[in-house]
């Protein structure tokens, strides 16, 4: 019956929008032609399974049994939404020590930030940096031992033979120990944050395995997997037990939590040192299995076990799969549209498992911390616009919700400053906090982002309770972002900044004015607000009129649009050259406006593509710029752009965006590439009336895709 479903499913999308491919796409053999195989250590291969708001990562063995080898490689995280922690303010620092006064026009305005602060400023503003950060929940390994008692390190392991099957969310890992066969199979649970694993080998028959249980305190570091273990005494790991199963309860300072097992079979459990326990199979048998589920909570509760975890993640990635949208690209005889083809079917499942929670995603997702762990609400958009393009908007919209749920904080900062409406916080977390940042306080092009991803869910179902759903957000959201811009008397125009800082962070806050990208966002914000007042036949906002007839002209030089109206060296300075080409995210990202002349922008683009400094980008930055060249007509510079040769455009064999030793993986650009390869296929309100409007017309891309919806 559920089958049966999933297959209703998918038909209905597939009617919602599809391409003129050579027949209906047969999901399951594109899903599984880009199954992922391991067949050697390689700390960069690790694999994820998780439901979008947990997720949990495995070596070779396919759990997490060498957590220090993979430490600065993807690390093997065991991760939440809800799984946060905080040290204790014991100097009782507050958010006000991290406020600075600047100059807005004329009046004082405060901003939390990093710089040039007293010793206890710089104190406190550190410690709201660091705090929430996210936790790593424990690690879920294996201990393999010899004959003679001694363990098994990772070089020993054999014969390797690991796959990832994205079509129901298993991974199999199959390895030999002094040529004795393992098998271990690896589920995450769709509903509950549970993992369930089976083992099977002759030496759970020798007592020469075990299940290990670590709990580490957490490191509160920028960037790491959240592990300390050199300070035991800093929490409390509690263990009760009964024959088959137990639970640890976890108390870290102000966060508990607890960890509940269950298994088949005869086992003994115990803490051999302090946070470290062990499960121990009786002997006389080959095969064991458990369940471990992770919770904000202490009840225990019947768990699933591993069939019924194998059977909740069978169903529900095939509910995924055969719903949405598809692509394609066997038919294609250009040599890249394989790798394409992986890319785009690894980023999907990747989105899903670590992006489509109840909190905008952290750009390492929920595998190790980047930013302490929190989220950037400028990089939501690149997180989450393609579930709406691949019509699957119910998981855009899982966090939407949480912009209504920090609308006090953020009317608190418009009003903190002087603005009105609501002013959206950069570097954040659950509780929408604005962290110190001499970077991020000044940020504004994520104001917009959540009338973008409304107007897209409106778009896909539109509907007065959708519309009412988001209005105040929108509509205050719109209210900042009028009295952000402020009136030049003697220019007769609005203009944006100074203290701002562009998506291109090279330009410093207090002389920017008029960056393009923020500029024909402001206009494209403005306006979608204004429609829908309309469709709630309500009155325009005659304030919003007035900045979207008088926002200013996006500034140009010799045929060339600039980084900033203040920026008029901007192809003379190599700073200006370099970070993200926000530039192109004018009419990449965003649709032609009146602002925007599309001469002027391809002339912009040729000269972007040929003198950039694509070395120093991020991963968002290729699928921008293939969106822009997808609406000036240059199919041939979209795709070149997603294979352009530069690390931070690197995708591993595990379909993770690599951006370098730091960042060993980057979600927004696996969001982005989505997004891109969407508007590449189904195309852009506007576009030509071919097919696949972004693919070159030479007949080497003969793209098939069904299901998706046209961008803005």
């Not at 992986?342 to 911390?369: D, H, M, W």
Request: aromatic content about 12%; overall charge negative.
């Amino acid at each position: 019956m559920h089958v049966r479903n999933s297959l209703f499913i998918g038909f209905c999308y597939i009617l919602m929008g599809c391409g003129s491919g050579t027949g209906k796409i047969n999901r399951e053999e594109l899903v599984r032609r880009h199954q992922v195989n391991v067949d050697s250590i390689n700390t960069l291969s690790s694999l994820t399974v998780g439901n979008g708001r947990f997720a949990f990562t495995v070596d070779i063995t396919g759990l997490q049994s060498f957590p220090a080898l993979y430490e600065r490689g993807v690390s093997l995280g065991t991760q939440s939404e809800w799984g946060w922690h905080s040290y204790p303010n014991d100097s009782a620092y507050t958010f006000d020590e991290s406020l600075r006064d600047y100059d807005f026009h004329g009046r004082e305005v405060p901003f939390s930030v990093q710089i040039r602060q007293p010793a206890r400023n710089r104190e406190a503003v550190n410690y709201l940096r660091q705090n929430p950060h996210r936790l790593h929940l424990g690690i879920v390994g294996l201990d393999f031992f010899h004959q003679d008692g001694s363990q098994v390190v990772a070089e020993e392991i054999g014969s390797i033979n690991q796959t990832l099957d994205p079509w129901n969310g298993e991974v199999h890992s199959m390895f030999t120990i002094n040529e004795i066969p393992v098998e271990v199979i690896t589920y995450a649970h769709q509903d509950l944050d549970l993992i369930s694993s089976i083992i099977e080998s002759p030496l759970i028959e020798q007592g020469l395995i075990r299940v290990k249980l670590n709990f580490p305190y957490p490191t509160g570091q920028h960037t790491d997997s959240g592990c300390d273990w050199s300070q035991p005494e800093k929490h409390s790991s509690v263990l009760s037990s009964t024959s088959n199963s137990a639970m640890i309860h976890r108390q870290i300072d102000g966060t508990s939590y607890s960890v509940q097992l269950t298994w088949t079979g005869p086992a003994e459990i115990y803490e051999n040192e302090k946070h470290h326990f062990y499960l121990e199979p009786g002997q006389g048998r080959s095969q064991f299995s458990f369940s471990c589920l992770f919770a904000p909570w202490d009840e225990a509760i019947e768990l699933p076990d591993f069939k019924s975890t194998a059977s909740s993640s069978k169903n529900a990635w095939e509910d995924f799969w055969l719903s949405g949208g598809a692509v394609d690209f066997s038919e294609c005889t250009d040599p890249r549209a394989f790798e394409l083809e992986r890319r785009v079917v690894l980023s999907q499942y990747l989105t899903k498992v670590q992006c489509a929670g109840s909190y905008p995603p952290q750009e390492t997702g929920l595998t190790f911390n980047s930013w302490h762990g929190k989220f950037h609400l400028e990089m939501h958009w690149w997180h989450g616009v393609h579930f709406a393009l691949w019509n699957r908007t119910h998981l855009l919209e899982n966090s939407l919700n949480y912009y209504n749920t920090i609308a006090d904080k953020a009317r608190e900062t418009a009003q903190r400053q002087g603005f009105d409406g609501l002013r959206w916080p950069k570097m954040t977390d659950p509780s929408g906090n604005d962290s110190p940042s001499s970077v991020g306080s000044f940020l504004i092009w994520q104001q917009p982002h959540i009338i973008y991803m409304a107007e897209l869910c409106y778009r896909n179902f539109p509907n007065e309770e959708l519309l009412r759903k988001y209005a105040d957000i929108v509509f205050e959201t719109a209210d900042f972002m009028a009295s952000y811009a402020w009136y030049g008397t003697l220019m007769n125009r609005y203009i944006l900044g100074p203290l701002l800082i562009p998506a291109q962070e090279r330009l410093p806050a207090e002389s920017t004015i008029n960056p393009p990208f923020e500029l024909a966002y402001w206009y494209w914000g403005l306006s979608i607000a204004q429609e829908w007042r309309e469709r709630l036949d309500m009155d325009r906002k005659p304030e919003w009129d007035a900045v979207i007839e008088g926002l200013s002209p996006l500034a140009q030089k010799d045929g060339l649009y600039l980084a900033a109206e203040s920026a008029p060296d901007s192809y003379e300075n190599p700073r200006f050259m370099s970070d993200h080409p926000a530039v192109l995210g004018a009419f990449g990202m965003l649709p032609l406006s009146p602002l925007v002349d599309s001469i002027i922008m391809k002339n912009t683009f040729n000269y972007v593509w040929e003198h950039w400094q694509w070395n120093q980008t991020w991963g968002w930055d290729f699928p921008m710029t293939a969106m822009a060249a997808t609406r000036l007509g240059m199919p041939d510079k979209a795709v070149d752009a997603l294979f352009m040769d530069v690390e931070t455009n690197t995708y591993l064999p595990n379909g993770h965006n690599y951006q370098n030793q730091r960042l060993r993986l980057y979600l927004p650009g696996n969001g982005g590439l989505l997004t891109a390869v969407a508007m590449m296929c189904a195309g852009w309100d506007g576009a030509p009336n071919i097919h696949a409007p972004g693919f070159p017309q030479d007949g080497s891309w003969q793209v098939k895709w069904e299901g998706l919806r046209k961008a803005k």
